[in-house]
């Protein structure tokens, strides 16, 4: 099945890998890697804070991604910034459904393809 947004697929993968390697990578992007962990890698990246959670975003809007547990159709990402007055700088995010809002630790991202 070809990718929907192959840059930004290929943006997660080139992330993980840096941050933990090939191997690690692979099995992460088969068996479902944490939104949180993939935050923690973004952001451990030597680019800026807007660009990694860009990165991220864009993955997330892609489509090549399952996720765990299911968000259905209707999702919505909201970001949690740094705890400083008028702080611009992001520090993780959660995915609100009408139903709930999932914290990162709780959705795993799954390659799709």
Do not use: C, Q
């Not at 399952?66 to 259905?72: C, I, W």
């Amino acid at each position: 099945m070809p990718l929907k947004d192959p840059d930004a697929v290929a943006a997660i993968v080139s992330t993980l890998r840096r941050v933990h390697g090939d191997n690690i990578a692979r099995a992460l992007l088969k068996d479902g890697v944490s939104l949180a962990a993939l935050i923690d890698a973004a952001f451990r990246l030597p680019i800026s804070n807007g660009n990694a959670v860009r990165m991220i975003g864009r993955a997330l809007r892609s489509g090549d991604f399952s996720f765990t547990p299911d968000m259905g159709p209707l999702w919505h990402v909201r970001y949690i910034y740094e705890d400083r007055r008028a702080s611009m700088r992001v520090v993780d995010m959660e995915m609100s459904t009408p139903d709930r809002t999932f914290s990162s630790a709780e959705i795993s991202l799954r390659l799709s393809a």
